[in-house]
């Protein structure tokens, strides 16, 4: 019997679009000034919290 993998490959987006992390941090407070300052910039940004 052959062994299924749990790994999941990775999709890849219908349009072409791409995710790019844009900094860690350990405080939360310098996540959201670091989400202002690229959505000044006109940059889509969002926290998404890592445990």
């Known amino acids: 019997m ?3 993998s749990s790994v ?3 999709q890849k987006p219908a349009d ?3 995710r ?3 900094g ?3 405080d939360k ?3 959201e000034n670091h989400v ?3 959505k000044k910039k ?3 940004a969002f926290i998404d919290v890592v445990r």
């Open 2 to 4: 052959k062994k299924q």
């Open 8 to 10: 999941k490959k990775p």
């Open 16 to 18: 072409g679009n791409y």
């Open 20 to 22: 790019v992390i844009a």
């Open 24 to 26: 860690s941090f350990k």
């Open 29 to 31: 407070a310098n996540a």
């Open 36 to 38: 202002k300052a690229l």
């Open 42 to 44: 006109g940059i889509e």
